[in-house]
């Protein structure tokens, strides 16, 4: 390799600084040398959003945005979603490697014996409005958990945080369904583990009078590729929400709960509700037009579209675009989806969408497959959070076991007032009359 550094030439001071570039970075502490006197503080980096700061380095998963490639540990996901269960691919994140037969078994077996939960957890959940968002009860939720489990504040013990890394992934689709009958007055239904996760879930969710619950084979593989697809995408917003707020040392719950409360967003994984919302409001395929132009006027957004890494064709949007036509063998066709795929069509060769690179992303299409299993927009970025669940705690021990981790702590850049002296309150006139809401 070449010589792998930079020459910096400041020219306040005309000093020149060689740092070295490692990994096609460089190190923003090696920037806090390069001052005007000894009364500077040293330069430092700007970046709002992110926009091109790596703030870790994770062996986890790889992107590549600009060729639409998505790999967990190194195995293409469209590999995974052929070959893998959902439980197989939470497995080789968290541990590295895919499981063989037995270690598979074990792992699942330990993973659905946590799927109960306390019965005061049932009761908590029972206070909430009969309408209260879904998100809502899951963030608070699980943040509650930490009340249930104290033991999991002693975030340093590995074999604790196993403990409560197993606990989080076959409680959530429990806490997910008990969200769902709460909506619609329904009892809880206890898990099931001899179903396996998902079908287990779709037991907790839509069992009735029935003494055992029978998945449709379809919908439970349908969904099982959904969690594959969801289960981790690297430094998105929440997972950094994830390492951040465990960077303080809080407990995986309170963690988890602020990662999935950044999930919640229309940017990020509430996406999915706003694109079945965006939809149900063009109706037909003759008023995309329309709403396309409104888009290039700034009016709107075209939800489901765009992303902050991918340039290309998100590989999960393409494979779930053949689920959805498995799922409507099975549930007859939502007409959403001739919609979703005319709208695509007229995007992608409008100049306004190629040239900024606009491309449908995981969610343009996933909310269609969970309308037509019978869910409703509220629900949809819970079943984005349910296999999300996975990606963060394999991020967060990945940073928890990084020897260079630190509190998250970025600077800033200061543009207030210099010191002034406070005044009198009656001496004191208003800039801008206070307008109370
Ligand atoms: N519809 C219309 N225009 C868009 C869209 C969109 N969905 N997305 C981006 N643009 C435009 C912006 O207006 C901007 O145009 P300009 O250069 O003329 O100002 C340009 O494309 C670049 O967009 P940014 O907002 O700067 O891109 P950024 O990387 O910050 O945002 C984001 C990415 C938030 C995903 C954005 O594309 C968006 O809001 N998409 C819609 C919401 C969505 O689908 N979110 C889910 C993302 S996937 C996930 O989180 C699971």
């Known amino acids: ?62 992107l590549d945005g600009d060729r639409g490639i998505l790999r967990y540990r190194g195995y293409p996901i469209e590999q995974l979603a052929e070959h893998c269960t959902f439980l197989e691919v939470a497995y080789l994140l968290l541990y590295g490697e895919l499981p063989n037969a037995v270690d598979l078994d074990c792992w699942s077996q330990e993973i659905m014996a946590h799927s109960l939960t306390h019965e005061s957890v049932k009761k908590f959940m029972e206070g909430f409005n009969y309408d209260a968002h879904p998100m809502g009860i899951l963030i608070s939720t699980v943040a509650a958990l930490s009340t249930f489990y104290s033991e999991s504040r002693n975030v340093h013990d590995p074999k604790i945080r196993r403990k409560q890394i197993v606990r989080l992934i076959g409680k959530m689709p429990t806490l997910a369904a008990y969200a769902y009958r709460h909506r619609l007055g329904l009892p809880y239904v206890a ?45 998105n917003c929440s997972t950094s929400t994830m390492r951040a707020v465990g960077s303080s040392n809080a407990d995986p719950y309170s963690t988890t709960a602020a990662a999935i409360a950044a999930l919640s967003g229309p940017l990020h994984g509430g996406a999915n509700e706003e694109v079945l919302r965006m939809l149900a409001e063009i109706g037909s395929k003759d008023q995309i037009p329309g709403f396309i132009q409104q888009v290039k006027t700034g009016h709107r957004k075209l939800m489901g579209f765009g992303h902050r890494v991918y340039k290309n064709y998100d590989p999960r949007a393409r494979i779930i675009k053949r689920v959805a036509e498995e799922v409507f063998e099975v549930t007859g066709r939502n007409p959403k989806i001739d919609t979703a795929i005319e709208l695509e069509r007229i995007a992608l060769s409008d100049d306004y969408f190629i040239s900024r690179k606009l491309y449908p992303n995981v969610d343009f299409y996933s909310g269609i497959i969970y309308e037509a299993m019978g869910f409703t927009p509220d629900q949809f970025t819970v079943l984005f959070g349910i296999p999300r669940t996975v990606g963060w705690l394999a991020q967060w021990q990945e940073m928890m076991e990084d020897p260079e981790r630190k509190i998250a702590r970025p600077r800033q850049v200061y543009t207030g007032e210099d010191k002034r002296d406070v005044v009198p309150i009656e001496l004191r006139v208003p800039k801008t009359p206070l307008v109370l809401a």
């Open 1 to 62: 390799m070449a010589n792998e550094t930079i020459t910096i030439v400041d020219n306040r001071t005309n000093q020149s600084y060689t740092l070295p570039i490692y990994h096609g970075t460089i190190r923003a502490m090696d920037l806090r040398q390069i001052k005007t006197g000894p009364d500077d503080f040293g330069l430092m980096t700007y970046d709002p959003a992110y926009m091109n700061t790596a703030a870790c380095h994770s062996a986890v998963t790889y």
């Open 191 to 235: 898990p099931d583990p001899d179903l396996g996760y998902a079908k287990n879930y779709m037991n907790m969710l839509w069992k009735r009078l029935e003494p055992k619950y029978v998945a449709n084979p379809v919908l439970a593989h349908a969904l099982d590729v959904l969690f594959i697809l969801h289960a981790d995408h690297e430094q």
